[in-house]
């Protein structure tokens, strides 16, 4: 490809991102757009970049129990009271992701938190980035809600600082 193309197709990318149309999610094979119509390569090559980070560097934290899932969780960055949150869901291959899921740093209640909806990254993974509040309570937790067909659950796991 010309560096020409490349350029008229990267600007083409960066275009359709940004025009505004929330319902506009089409992406190039190999992409996928997320709801704030940013466009990321589908499964990182280890040790490139997405989102700002580099997915070699995640943080294996264990894993939590949710209604009938079993999720394995990840915290790609460093936890820093004020700033966003980083935290990768993986479900089992083959598991059906569920539709609603939010997540927040805090308590059981989340008051004083800020709920996020966790994002599919790849056909196993969500992604999501929830605010963590400043100050930071002791005792915060990272707090995962899946809607399901009876209603909320939600489970929590330690993270690091």
Known sequence: MTSTRAIALSLSLVVSACSG??????????????????????????????????????????????????????????????????????????TTLPAAVRGWIGDESSIGSMRVRFQAETATRLHGHPEVPKPLADGSLLWIEIEGIDGPQKGSIAFRK
Do not use: C, W, Y
């Open 21 to 94: 149309d929330s319902n506009d999610h089409s992406a190039p094979a190999g992409m996928h757009v997320h709801a704030d119509g940013t466009v990321h390569q589908d499964e990182p090559v280890a040790g490139t970049a997405e989102h700002g980070h580099v997915h070699t560097d995640r943080i294996a934290l264990g894993e939590v129990k949710v209604g009938s899932h079993t999720i394995s969780v990840f915290q790609v960055a460093k936890i820093e009271p004020g700033q966003e949150g980083d935290f990768d869901l993986d479900f089992a291959t083959g």
